[in-house]
Structures are given as C-alpha cells and as structure tokens.
C-alpha cells in the first residue's frame, strides 16, 4: 500500500514545536507544582508560599496579631523520606546479566562481556556509590526518576593535542626532532558518556499518551547559560540569531537549595525534544531549540532513545508519578499546626502572671542572695500559672504516631541478632523487604533500563581501546562478541540484582554446601568455577590456574564460531581441548554453522591430536631408550681418564638417575645385583674379556673400542664399556 506524503512524514518546525511545548506544560501543571512543593517540604520549608490560600487563612484569623504568629515546622516528611531512600538502597539493588539460553557458548560469553563493560561504567561514573543515591532521592521525593544518556566527544581527559598546521602553507609542523607540534590550542579528548538527571517538573509529554514509555515524545526544559550557549554554535550565524533575541529576557526559575523561585537572568531556556522511533521518524529523531528557532536536529545516534524514565506510583487516568509525600501532607500540615500553637501559647501565656486587687499596693522587697521578696499593703496578691500549650501536645503525638502508621514505618532501632543461626536472620531480613518489596522492584526495573541503554550506546560510541580496558587484555579477542552482539533482549538477559549483605550471606552458604557434599567428586576446573562464584573474596587471579583450560576452550570456541582460526600453542591442555571441542561439533546447532567454520572446527582438532601424539611418543622414546642424567653425581669405583691429563685416571662420576636406570634394566632382564655378585670372579673375568677385550702389552683398545685404566696399586683392569652398551661418560 502506497502512503501519500502529508503531514505525519514531515519534521517539525519550531511553530509546531512550541505547541507541543505548551500543550505538554498545561497537562501537567498541577503536579509539575506538587513535584516543587514536595521538594520545599522534603527541605523544611513547609511556610515558603506566603500567598497561598491556606497559610493566608491562618495568617488572617483575628485571635492573634500578625506579630505573634509564629509557624514552626517538625520536619518528619524528610525523615520518612529518609527512611524509604535508605530502605530502597540497603537492599543493595543492582543489575545482573544472564545468557538468555544458558547452553549457548556465545550467549554466556556475551553476558560476561556486557557485565565487564557495565561494571566498568559502574566504576568510572560512580553509578554504584552516588548517582544511586541521587536517584532513590528523587525516585522517593519527586515520585519519577529520570535520566538522559548520551557520549560527549568532549568530555573525558584530554589524550593529546592536533598537530600544529602552518597558516601560510597548511602543512603540519614538526620540530627539530622531526616530531609533531601539538597545537596546545585543540586538545582532542578521550570522550566520556553523560548521565543527565532530569526532575519530573522539567519533563514533558505527549497529552494523549496512557504511558510515559507510550508517550511519542519527550521534552526537556533547562537553562543554559547564553555565553556557554554562544560558544556551542559560534560557528553558525543563523543559530546565533536565535540565541541572541532571547538574551534580555528573564526567567523564573525553581531553586531547591534557596527554597523557592528566582529570577535569572542572562540565561536562555532551552528545550530538547526526542522523539522515539515511529512511522515519521524511522530512525527517532532529536530537536534542540529555544523559543526562537532550532539550534540543532538529527537522527538519535544508533536510534537509541536516551531518557529512561521510572514512577515511584503511578495513579489511573494519569501516566504521571506520584510521590509517597501525597499521603504525609495532611498530617505534615496537623503535625506542624500543633507545634506552632503550642509555641504561641508559651509566649503569650506562658509566665506566671501576678493578679493583684484593687487597693492592694506592691512594692520591692529586700533582696538577699538568691532570694527575691516583694512588699505589699492590703490583700494578698495571687498567682495566675503560665500555660504551656500541653492542651495540643496530645493531639500533636497522635498525629505523629498516625503519620508513621499510614506510611508503614517505624523508628530505626539495633538490635542485638549476635547468637542467631545465620539461616534465622535470612529469614528475618526478608520478612522486612516484604513491605518496600513493589517500590525496590520498580527501581531496579529503572537501573535495568538504564544498564541497557548504556551498554545500547556502548557499542555505538566506546572505542576499541575503551572497551580493551573495559572487559580486560585478556578477552581482547573476543571484542567482537560485544560490538556485533544481537540485541540484549535476544542474547542476554538484564535482571535486577539485590547485593545486599544477606543476599551474599545466602550466596556463600549455598556455595559451602556444595563444595561440601560434592566438592570431592568435582574436577579443579569445576572447582575453580565455583569458587569464582564466592561474593566475599575475588578468586580470579587465585583460582586463575585451574580455570585456565576452561578460559582458553570458550575462547577458542568463540573464535572459531566467527570463522577465525586460534593459534594452537605446545603447553596447551591438548586432551582437555579436544573434548570440549569434540562437545561443540555434537551441538544440534553445529549442522547449521557455515561449511568453513565446520572446516576449522576439524583442523584445529586434527592439530591438537597431532601435537598430542608427538608428546606421547616423546613420553615413550623417553621411558624405553633415553638415560635419565638428572639427578646428583655419584662417585664410583670405576676409573675413566682425565680430560685434562691422559696420562692419569681418575674415578668416575655419574648422575644418580643414570645408575638407577641401569638396575632397572639388569632387572627388567632377568638379572639383580645379587645374581651377579655370586658369579665366580672366572665367569666376571670371561664377561669382561668378552665385552672389551684388551690388546698386548696391557695397552688399551683405540678409543673406537675402549680404553684399558692404567695398572697401579688398588686399580681393577676393568674395561669401559663403549657407548651404546648401556653407559656413558661425561654428561
């Protein structure tokens, strides 16, 4: 079917763009102002609206003068908030990467990869330690959490500066070395992404949207700044234009640190528009405008939406959040009514007052230390006691306790859990997650938005040296698995994950139980596996030597899955890898590979068998025909001439493992030590005469044959044996 052109495949203008701008403001109106207030209360000042209608009525009432109100505030909406903030980060909440088919090589390699570069976010951002924080306070507080993603090029150390370029000839400069200039005016940067809170009163929709994941757009409203606005676009004159009819204008802006509205001035109100991927705009798409005209357009970079948004509690009717503050409001209001009547009691009646009678006269007393007196004539004056408000005290404390009550909390107290079984306060611990169990699921599901968009935008923008450091040098190879991974939802699965301390506690007893029942029956490969599971310790470089057989098969798994062919080395577990290859090729999904990787697949497993099979004929050549010449150097009763002198002999000396190997082979035929020491010393002379007979004149055999040891005193004319005969000499 063929879609005639018209409105819905046309951008935007500005003139459609400011609609949307005030069609998303007049929505929300009320609860952009709710979100304000609640923030005013979070932060004490419950009294900072002078005109509003309530606090008017209160101010205007005829019992007392204006001078004597007195408006004091028991701040328990910041304690409760604390409470839920603290309640929602003590579990620890995470994210956690899983393969979505767990038999599948890629896929587990895959989340391994996700986690390392995630962690490495984590880390470099510090998303673990602050901006978690940051973001349960505006989660409890506001009632929406929300955040914009995005890489800036600009952002980051900087790695080095361009080279310099002459003006005249525009060739680049070196120095005297031969080096390259740097132009220290052009640093280059190494880039880093941005996490940009965003709070729910700057945050605008589409008004016919039932979701705010449904809404077609969303609209970021701040203020920028004009000289930092100028010097983004100082090379485009007609954006200028737009920046500067806007200069003189001023802008009431909402201060939470000063507890109210400012004016600002020099400032320019900028509006950032995203759009999600839809018929219009296939690709999403991107304004950022003032109220003048459009600053900068585009396609979002890899059609990645960068807000992720979250609700604390969401209402019908409206896909807008809500905050828990709603509900304390009333009480807050009661609760600090209270206080301030009681403090108003105290100083208008608080004093004892002296009530004295017609006629009665009352003069100064004698004044004696520490006493005070007073003289009067006539009759006695009385005593009229002060009040001190305790008449609302009562109601005051009720309110509190009710205030607590609704909101499901209660004062934080220690309590002593030393001598309990580590299974009773893992039971106890989750018993009390029972009750901020729904708002904890619901801001993890925000961290795990927020983990896929990262690691979504990762792949566009991190570079290859990044991402080196990111996953570790030793999983450089398998870089391609993270940048051409399909996407999350396909490969991975991001789940929420509570690291709290009961959380690890539960882990490490699992673990112990299993290495105790079953740690006898497991290989040091599987051994090593789940020890790198323990949450208390990092095994990785401990335990490193039993995992590294399993390390280099999924590697060389991964590697011959993308058709490339992995070096074989000598000192690799040939035996181990062979098995967990031969595994791979029974996969059912194996037949479907490509026909080459098929092909690598038998090589590398014909190279494995060939390497192992010329170790195994080394093993035997080793144990059958090679002597030992390890060992110590024994001295024996046998006299071999002296390299240095020929003319002399001297005793031989023989390494250790060589004399051992010689009676193993006199036993291996029949022969012990004992047998021939009982031959007669005929039968000893005729197997020497045979083995090396000698040559007249007592002179030895050409060294071809043996050589006969000089006669003298205590010498032996025994004959050495020639090599091959089971001896040799001088190793």
Same mark, same amino acid.
């Given at each position: 079917?063929?879609?005639?052109?018209?409105?819905?495949?046309?951008?935007?203008?500005?003139?459609?763009?400011?609609?949307?701008?005030?069609?998303?403001?007049?929505?929300?109106?009320?609860?952009?102002?709710?979100?304000?207030?609640?923030?005013?209360?979070?932060?004490?000042?419950?009294?900072?609206?002078?005109?509003?209608?309530?606090?008017?009525?209160?101010?205007?009432?005829?019992?007392?003068?204006?001078?004597?109100?007195?408006?004091?505030?028991?701040?328990?909406?910041?304690?409760?908030?604390?409470?839920?903030?603290?309640?929602?980060?003590?579990?620890?909440?995470?994210?956690?990467?899983?393969?979505?088919?767990?038999?599948?090589?890629?896929?587990?390699?895959?989340?391994?990869?996700?986690?390392?570069?995630?962690?490495?976010?984590?880390?470099?951002?510090?998303?673990?330690?602050?901006?978690?924080?940051?973001?349960?306070?505006?989660?409890?507080?506001?009632?929406?959490?929300?955040?914009?993603?995005?890489?800036?090029?600009?952002?980051?150390?900087?790695?080095?500066?361009?080279?310099?370029?002459?003006?005249?000839?525009?060739?680049?400069?070196?120095?005297?070395?031969?080096?390259?200039?740097?132009?220290?005016?052009?640093?280059?940067?190494?880039?880093?992404?941005?996490?940009?809170?965003?709070?729910?009163?700057?945050?605008?929709?589409?008004?016919?949207?039932?979701?705010?994941?449904?809404?077609?757009?969303?609209?970021?409203?701040?203020?920028?700044?004009?000289?930092?606005?100028?010097?983004?676009?100082?090379?485009?004159?007609?954006?200028?234009?737009?920046?500067?009819?806007?200069?003189?204008?001023?802008?009431?802006?909402?201060?939470?640190?000063?507890?109210?509205?400012?004016?600002?001035?020099?400032?320019?109100?900028?509006?950032?528009?995203?759009?999600?991927?839809?018929?219009?705009?296939?690709?999403?798409?991107?304004?950022?405008?003032?109220?003048?005209?459009?600053?900068?357009?585009?396609?979002?970079?890899?059609?990645?939406?960068?807000?992720?948004?979250?609700?604390?509690?969401?209402?019908?009717?409206?896909?807008?959040?809500?905050?828990?503050?709603?509900?304390?409001?009333?009480?807050?209001?009661?609760?600090?009514?209270?206080?301030?009547?009681?403090?108003?009691?105290?100083?208008?009646?608080?004093?004892?007052?002296?009530?004295?009678?017609?006629?009665?006269?009352?003069?100064?007393?004698?004044?004696?230390?520490?006493?005070?007196?007073?003289?009067?004539?006539?009759?006695?004056?009385?005593?009229?006691?002060?009040?001190?408000?305790?008449?609302?005290?009562?109601?005051?404390?009720?309110?509190?306790?009710?205030?607590?009550?609704?909101?499901?909390?209660?004062?934080?107290?220690?309590?002593?859990?030393?001598?309990?079984?580590?299974?009773?306060?893992?039971?106890?611990?989750?018993?009390?997650?029972?009750?901020?169990?729904?708002?904890?699921?619901?801001?993890?599901?925000?961290?795990?938005?927020?983990?896929?968009?990262?690691?979504?935008?990762?792949?566009?923008?991190?570079?290859?040296?990044?991402?080196?450091?990111?996953?570790?040098?030793?999983?450089?190879?398998?870089?391609?698995?993270?940048?051409?991974?399909?996407?999350?939802?396909?490969?991975?699965?991001?789940?929420?994950?509570?690291?709290?301390?009961?959380?690890?506690?539960?882990?490490?007893?699992?673990?112990?139980?299993?290495?105790?029942?079953?740690?006898?029956?497991?290989?040091?490969?599987?051994?090593?596996?789940?020890?790198?599971?323990?949450?208390?310790?990092?095994?990785?470089?401990?335990?490193?030597?039993?995992?590294?057989?399993?390390?280099?098969?999924?590697?060389?798994?991964?590697?011959?899955?993308?058709?490339?062919?992995?070096?074989?080395?000598?000192?690799?577990?040939?035996?181990?890898?062979?098995?967990?290859?031969?595994?791979?090729?029974?996969?059912?999904?194996?037949?479907?590979?490509?026909?080459?990787?098929?092909?690598?697949?038998?090589?590398?497993?014909?190279?494995?068998?060939?390497?192992?099979?010329?170790?195994?004929?080394?093993?035997?050549?080793?144990?059958?025909?090679?002597?030992?010449?390890?060992?110590?150097?024994?001295?024996?009763?046998?006299?071999?001439?002296?390299?240095?002198?020929?003319?002399?002999?001297?005793?031989?000396?023989?390494?250790?493992?060589?004399?051992?190997?010689?009676?193993?082979?006199?036993?291996?035929?029949? @022969?012990?030590?004992? /047998?021939?020491?009982?031959? &007669? =010393? *005929?039968?000893? %002379?005729?197997?020497?005469?045979? +083995? $090396? #007979?000698? @040559?007249?004149?007592? /002179?030895?055999?050409?060294? &071809? =044959? *043996?050589?006969? %040891?000089?006669?003298?005193?205590? +010498? $032996? #004319?025994? @004959?050495?044996?020639?090599?091959?005969?089971?001896?040799?000499? *001088?190793?």
């Amino acid at each position: 079917m063929e879609m005639k052109p018209d409105n819905l495949t046309q951008v935007h203008d500005i003139e459609a763009l400011n609609a949307l701008h005030l069609e998303g403001e007049t929505c929300d109106v009320e609860i952009f102002s709710e979100m304000r207030s609640n923030l005013l209360l979070v932060s004490g000042e419950h009294y900072n609206r002078k005109y509003s209608n309530f606090f008017r009525r209160l101010r205007e009432t005829k019992e007392l003068n204006s001078e004597q109100k007195i408006r004091l505030t028991k701040n328990h909406v910041q304690k409760i908030c604390k409470i839920y903030s603290n309640n929602i980060i003590a579990l620890a909440p995470g994210v956690g990467f899983e393969p979505k088919n767990s038999s599948e090589l890629s896929d587990q390699k895959a989340a391994e990869l996700h986690e390392s570069v995630w962690q490495d976010a984590c880390e470099k951002y510090s998303i673990e330690t602050d901006r978690i924080d940051e973001w349960a306070d505006c989660f409890v507080n506001i009632g929406e959490v929300a955040t914009k993603i995005f890489y800036d090029p600009q952002g980051g150390p900087v790695t080095h500066f361009e080279q310099l370029v002459d003006e005249a000839s525009g060739q680049p400069m070196f120095d005297q070395m031969g080096q390259p200039m740097p132009d220290k005016t052009k640093p280059v940067f190494a880039g880093a992404f941005v996490f940009e809170d965003i709070y729910g009163f700057n945050l605008r929709r589409d008004p016919s949207c039932k979701t705010m994941d449904e809404s077609s757009y969303l609209e970021i409203q701040k203020m920028v700044p004009l000289e930092k606005l100028k010097k983004m676009f100082e090379g485009d004159p007609e954006v200028q234009k737009f920046i500067k009819e806007s200069q003189d204008e001023t802008f009431i802006v909402f201060d939470n640190a000063r507890g109210g509205y400012q004016r600002v001035k020099n400032h320019a109100a900028v509006r950032e528009y995203y759009f999600r991927q839809s018929a219009r705009y296939p690709e999403g798409y991107f304004f950022i405008t003032t109220k003048e005209g459009i600053l900068a357009q585009g396609v979002l970079p890899g059609s990645i939406f960068p807000i992720v948004y979250k609700a604390y509690e969401t209402i019908p009717t409206t896909p807008r959040g809500r905050s828990p503050i709603k509900q304390m409001r009333p009480y807050q209001v009661e609760i600090n009514r209270s206080a301030s009547k009681i403090a108003e009691h105290q100083i208008t009646l608080g004093d004892d007052k002296l009530l004295i009678q017609n006629g009665t006269k009352v003069s100064p007393g004698m004044e004696l230390p520490g006493v005070r007196s007073i003289n009067y004539t006539g009759q006695e004056p009385g005593v009229l006691p002060g009040r001190d408000g305790s008449q609302y005290t009562q109601y005051m404390l009720s309110q509190i306790q009710e205030l607590y009550q609704v909101m499901g909390v209660e004062e934080d107290t220690l309590k002593d859990q030393s001598g309990q079984e580590p299974y009773t306060l893992l039971f106890q611990a989750a018993s009390k997650k029972r009750y901020f169990q729904r708002n904890v699921r619901r801001f993890e599901s925000f961290l795990v938005n927020v983990c896929k968009t990262y690691l979504k935008l990762a792949k566009v923008h991190l570079p290859d040296d990044q991402t080196i450091y990111a996953v570790g040098r030793n999983e450089q190879i398998n870089i391609p698995e993270f940048k051409n991974a399909k996407d999350i939802c396909y490969q991975i699965k991001v789940e929420p994950q509570s690291d709290d301390i009961e959380t690890k506690l539960g882990k490490q007893m699992v673990l112990n139980h299993a290495l105790q029942y079953a740690g006898a029956q497991l290989k040091p490969e599987d051994m090593g596996k789940i020890l790198r599971q323990m949450p208390y310790a990092n095994f990785d470089e401990s335990f490193d030597d039993l995992t590294i057989d399993y390390d280099s098969a999924v590697n060389d798994i991964l590697a011959l899955d993308r058709g490339q062919m992995p070096q074989v080395n000598q000192y690799d577990n040939h035996v181990y890898l062979i098995k967990r290859l031969s595994s791979r090729m029974r996969k059912a999904d194996f037949p479907f590979l490509p026909p080459q990787v098929q092909q690598l697949y038998a090589q590398i497993i014909d190279q494995h068998q060939q390497i192992e099979a010329q170790n195994q004929l080394a093993v035997q050549r080793a144990k059958s025909g090679y002597i030992p010449t390890d060992g110590y150097m024994a001295v024996c009763d046998l006299y071999v001439p002296d390299p240095k002198d020929p003319t002399t002999s001297k005793r031989a000396r023989i390494p250790y493992s060589s004399l051992q190997w010689l009676v193993q082979q006199l036993e291996a035929q029949g @022969q012990d030590l004992q /047998q021939l020491e009982d031959m &007669n =010393q *005929g039968a000893q %002379a005729q197997i020497a005469n045979k +083995m $090396s #007979p000698t @040559q007249p004149g007592g /002179q030895a055999n050409p060294p &071809n =044959q *043996g050589h006969m %040891a000089p006669q003298g005193p205590g +010498m $032996s #004319p025994w @004959q050495i044996p020639q090599a091959g005969n089971g001896l040799t000499y *001088g190793r």
